[in-house]
């Protein structure tokens, strides 16, 4: 409930009518609550399967959010604009935010 009031802060602090947008962002929360519970329910099922369950879960976000990207810019976007940042910096600030704050977080 706190999370979701949090997110309707957020959302709706604006002064314009909420969009659709608003709506994913007040759904966010109780999407990623009802994921984390199932989770749970299946690695009490399963308590040695954290890893390949990890695996799946970053694969599928990894899926949907290239084809979401995909379907809104027309198309797979174009890569080749990011070339600039091949600085090592964002190399390794791209390797926490994939490897230990989405994979690590989902191991524990």
């Known amino acids: 409930a706190l999370a979701v009031l949090g997110a309707a802060v957020l959302e709706l602090g604006g002064s314009s009518a909420p969009g659709v947008g608003d709506w994913f962002g007040l759904l966010q929360p109780v999407m990623f609550g009802l994921f984390f519970w199932k989770t749970e329910q299946a ?23 290239a084809a979401w990207s995909a379907l809104d810019a027309g198309g797979m976007p174009d890569l080749s ?11 390794l600030a791209l390797l926490w935010l994939g490897l230990v704050s989405t994979a690590g977080g989902l191991v524990l």
């Not at 990011?82 to 190399?91: A, E």
């Open 43 to 65: 690695m009490q099922e399963f308590p040695d399967q954290a890893l390949p369950f990890t695996t799946v879960q970053v694969f599928v976000c990894a899926l949907l959010g």
């Open 81 to 91: 604009a990011l070339s600039h940042m091949s600085d090592v910096g964002f190399d």
